[in-house]
Structures are given as C-alpha cells and as structure tokens.
C-alpha cells in the first residue's frame, strides 16, 4: 500500500534512499494531529460540495480506525512510506478502497498538510513549557518567601559587591522567568494559525473553505498568503529562540548554584534526590542535575543555529531540507520542559544555609559603599569627595588588617583632612550604622533594593502577576481543549447520520 505517490516514477526508491528521505520518525509526533487535520479539511470539503457525505462517512470512521490503532499501540511502520502524511492517506485507501479514500487529499498538498500538523503539535508543546515556567517561578517565589530576612553577598566581577538577600537573588529569576512566560504566550499567538488550504504553494482551484478549517481546528486566523504559509518557518525559529533564551537564565541560575555548593562557598546544598555521587570518591556530593542544565542550553542553542542554518538558503516554497526542521525544534521543546521540571525540584528541595550566608556578609568591605552614601547624607561631602575619603580608609584597613567596623570618627577626620584639606566630623553610630550589614540594608531603600520591605512588596505583586499569567495561560488552554472537543462532536455527529 505504500508508494502513493510515485505514479510518475518508474522505479522505487531503494531501501537506503528511502531511510535516508522518510521522516516517519519525527512524524510519529504528529500523528494524531495529521488525523485531527484531515478530519476538519473532510469535513470543511463536504460542507462544500466537494466530498459527498457517504464517502465523508468512509473516510472518518477509516480515520477514527487509524487513530484506534495508534492508541493501542498497533501502529508499525517504517522507511517504506515517505512520512506520516503518506502513511495515513494509504491506509484510508486501504480500508475503504481508492473512489472514496482518493478524495481525502483534494485542495490540499502535503506542504499545508504538514505545516498544520506542526503547528497544532507546537501550540500544545508551548502550553506544556508556559506550564512549566510558571510553576518554577511559584517554586522561586516559595523559597524566596522563606528568605526575604536571610543576608546573602551580592557579586559583581566575583567580587563582594554588596550585601542582598536570597529571596532577591530568586526573585530576580522569577522576574526573569514571567518575561519568558510572556514570550511563550506571544509566540504562541503567531503559532496558532491556520495554514490549511494554501495547497503547494500557490492556493487551490477546488472551492474551500478555509475559515471553515480554522474554526474546526481551533485556529486564532489563517496564514493568508499561501507562499508564507507553506514555505515559512521563522515561527518554528521563534519557539526555538523563546526555549533558548529562557535556557540562558536557567543556566546562569544553575552556574550560580553549582559555586554556591562547593565547600569554598557553602551557601546551598541540593536535596539528595537531586544530587549524585563518584564512583570513587565516597564523600562526593554533586550537583550535576544542575550541571546537565547548563550544559543543555548549549544543546538548545544548537536546535536554534541548526534551525537558522536549515532554514536560511533555502529559496521560497517547499525544498525537502524543511524537513529536518522538525527534530530540532522537538528536541528543543521536550529538553527545556525536562530542564524546567527538574529545576523546579531543585528549588523547592533546596536546602539553605543562612548562617554561611550571612557569615560572608559580617566585616565585609562592601561597607565601603553604605559609608560613602551615608557621609553623602550626613556629612554633606559630594559623593566622589565621600568615595575618595572613603577609599583611603579602605586602603588603611587593609593594610592594618582590620575591619571597617573598626574605624572610629576620629580616623575619618584625620583622613578626610589628608584626602579632602577638610575635617568630616561623625559620630559611632554612623560609623555603626554604616558597617553593619543588617542595618546597611534597612537603609537601602531604592525601589528593586534587597531591603525586606522592598522584596516583601515585590513578592507580593509578583504573586500576582503568577496568577495572571495562570489565567492567561488557562484561557488558551481552555480554546484548545474546546476546539477538540468540537471537532470530535462533529466528527461524531457525521458518523451517526
Ligand atoms: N515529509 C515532509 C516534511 O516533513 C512533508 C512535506 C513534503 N512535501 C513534499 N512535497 N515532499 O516536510
């Protein structure tokens, strides 16, 4: 039954070449949606005229048939059928003889087919990641709840930069996170639209329907242009760059918490389920789900340059290397939601040690900074004067091997001579104030700061812009099990008549 669509040749493709151009593997993805697309274009031609309603009787029970054996995992099939579209249209053939099966195909091409099947595969697959995104971010938003009060060093360069919290450290990749739910949803919108009925590139004589076929399928609009509908892919590209960027945060968050684990630092252990061990070494603990995370995104970003690389010579209208497109962009959609989950356990399990953590904040130079703001405020110095003054305490404590904690006012006014020709005068509790972590964070006060009435604030709203983009996610979800269901009740409906 299989050679459908080699009338015009006379020889088979032999075994090799016919491994080497099926697709039937990746196919298998898109199985049930080649049947779903086939049904609503059945029964968009029938409502035309096009197809009779005995034969449309025919073919949806042979489809529904089809459908049954996949499901019960009958289904066996290999390189002898070019790709699902092949191997779906023959058995129809098969089942109900070539008068009424031969109508299935009509007004259509497989380079619309195709593009439907992939386009309904992806909207589900975006939903599944969006899914995923939003429960990492509650996971973050979890834990950060637990440590708004827990001080944690904040780096630049790798050096103590000044002092935060981890609530606002995890805060910032929820932050970071919603965005990519975001850009989920909008690429989602271009995804879902309908390119059924553009037939190969230029349109079709027969008379369709297509809105017909959007409808039934659940579709937001049409890709208009018939060129663009069978031959695009930038929005294949676009889910793959979405997965790719997300995976650039998620692999930054993993960096960090691989360095929080090591002994040197101490700020985090990984839960043991998340953890693994050395073969020799018994004492190993390590954090390698984390490093398989970082390490993916590189596999993402390769889906997304293979994609780009696949796609950009190829001329206008549909060239076989389009294919390839499709194990790209599969792998990229299934490793980011593993990524996700996985991360998600991590952060929920994630055992935290704030007595380390603050240990690092304790007569930290970092100090240096809240003192320079606060003899801005207090001893009216400008603020490169205060930067100076307080650089060169900087340099005197550290060659005395002491602490800012340390200084005394008198050591300020001495200096701020030195340095400035003028004599600051503070108090110790300035001085206090200034050096000690706690306190230097309930007086940084700027809106996006680490203080906990601040982050408090931020986990708050963040809380519920969660819940917005649960419904907003819902709402999608909500037309694409409704459009199912309508199709079914429609396939149903033909069947009983
Ligand atoms: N198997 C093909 C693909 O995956 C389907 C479209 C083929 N069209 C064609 N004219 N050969 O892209």
New binding site residues.
């Given amino acids: 039954m299989s050679n459908l669509f080699r009338s015009r040749l006379a020889k088979e493709f032999d075994d090799r070449t016919a491994r080497f151009h099926t697709?039937m593997v990746e196919d298998l993805r898109i199985f049930e949606e080649d049947i779903d697309g086939t049904e609503a274009h059945d029964i968009m031609l029938h409502k035309q005229g096009v197809i009779p309603l005995e034969a449309l009787k025919l073919i949806l029970s042979a489809l529904e048939e089809i459908r049954r054996e996949w499901r019960r995992g009958e289904v066996e099939v290999g390189a002898e059928f070019?790709?699902i579209?092949e191997y779906i249209e023959a058995r129809v053939i098969e089942k109900i003889g070539m008068e009424a099966g031969g109508m299935i195909h009509t007004g259509r091409s497989?380079?619309d087919q195709?593009m439907v099947d992939v386009r309904l595969r992806v909207r589900e697959d975006l939903l599944e990641v969006a899914e995923g995104v939003l429960s990492l971010v509650e996971a973050l938003l979890g834990q950060a709840e637990r440590h708004v009060e827990t001080l944690m060093m904040l780096y630049t360069h790798g050096q103590h930069a000044q002092v935060g919290t981890f609530a606002h450290y995890l805060t910032a990749y929820a932050d970071a996170l919603l965005r990519d739910h975001q850009r989920l949803l909008e690429c989602y919108d271009r995804v879902n639209r309908n390119p059924l009925g553009a037939g190969p590139v230029g349109g079709t004589s027969i008379n369709i329907d297509r809105e017909r076929t959007t409808e039934l399928l659940g579709f937001d609009g049409i890709v208009e242009n018939s060129i663009d509908a069978t031959s695009g892919r930038d929005w294949a590209v676009e889910a793959a760059a979405v997965c790719a960027i997300l995976m650039s945060s998620l692999s930054r968050a993993a960096a960090d918490l691989i360095e929080w684990s090591t002994k040197e630092f101490g700020y985090v252990e990984l839960a043991d389920e998340y953890a693994s061990s050395s073969s020799i070494m018994p004492q190993k603990k390590n954090p390698s789900t984390l490093e398989l995370i970082r390490g993916k995104a590189g596999e993402i970003y390769g889906a997304l340059t293979e994609l780009m690389t696949m796609v950009k010579g190829v001329p206008s209208g549909?060239y076989?290397d389009?294919?390839g497109t499709?194990p790209p962009l599969w792998r990229c959609l299934d490793t980011v939601k593993t990524c996700l989950e996985v991360m998600t356990g991590i952060i929920a399990t994630l055992k935290v040690k704030e007595a380390r953590m603050r240990e690092m904040t304790e007569g930290s130079l970092t100090a240096a900074v809240d003192l320079a703001e606060s003899l801005v405020e207090n001893a009216s110095l400008s603020f490169r004067e205060a930067y100076r003054l307080v650089a060169a305490l900087v340099r005197e404590t550290l060659k005395k091997d002491a602490k800012l904690q340390d200084l005394t006012p008198d050591a300020i006014a001495e200096a701020s001579l030195k340095v400035l020709g003028k004599r600051v005068e503070v108090d110790a509790a300035l001085i206090r104030e200034a050096t000690d972590p706690w306190s230097s964070l309930l007086r940084r006060k700027s809106q996006g700061s680490p203080n906990p009435e601040e982050v408090r604030r931020m986990l708050k709203e963040r809380k519920r812009r969660l819940e917005e983009c649960r419904a907003e996610l819902e709402a999608r979800r909500a037309s694409v099990k409704a459009s199912k269901r309508r199709l079914r009740e429609t396939v149903e409906g033909y069947l009983s008549k």
């Fill in positions: 697709s070019e790709d579209h497989r380079n195709v549909y076989q389009l294919q499709k």
